[in-house]
């Protein structure tokens, strides 16, 4: 199977912000991004559906990180503005054909890529 491939991680201050960009394996019914920090489990970020077109957020990212897609290329990108050190984490993008009750969750999803490191220093 094609694995999403992620870039646009890298070391910022506290509210700044970055982008990340993955391209997705065309087919998949949503992709996603989670997080992984030293010593905590992954957790959901965001996902976006593309029949539907919703998208969905964590309560700890949202009016702070938004979604947008290019369906050409199955793309999505993740846009993170007032990054906190929090924020720091491996980020993974993730693609699959999740139901509605686990969009929000790793099992939904069937493929990973390689994850990208965002660091937001204090």
């Known amino acids: 199977q094609v694995q999403p491939v992620e870039s646009g991680g890298g070391l910022v201050q506290a509210g700044g912000s970055l982008r990340l960009s993955c391209v997705g394996p065309?087919?998949?019914?949503?992709m996603a991004w989670f997080r992984q920090a030293p010593g905590k489990e992954r957790e959901f970020v965001a996902a976006?559906?593309?029949?539907?077109?919703?998208?969905y957020y964590a309560d700890s990212v949202k009016g702070r990180f938004s979604v947008s897609k290019d369906k050409a290329i199955s793309a999505i990108y993740l846009q993170m503005n007032g990054l906190t050190p929090e924020d720091t984490a491996v980020y993974y993008c993730a693609a699959g054909n999740p139901i509605i009750s686990t969009i929000t969750t790793m099992r939904g999803y069937r493929t990973w890529g390689q994850g990208t490191q965002v660091t937001v220093s204090s």
């Open positions: 065309s087919g998949a019914g949503a």
């Open positions: 976006f559906r593309w029949n539907g077109g919703r998208t």
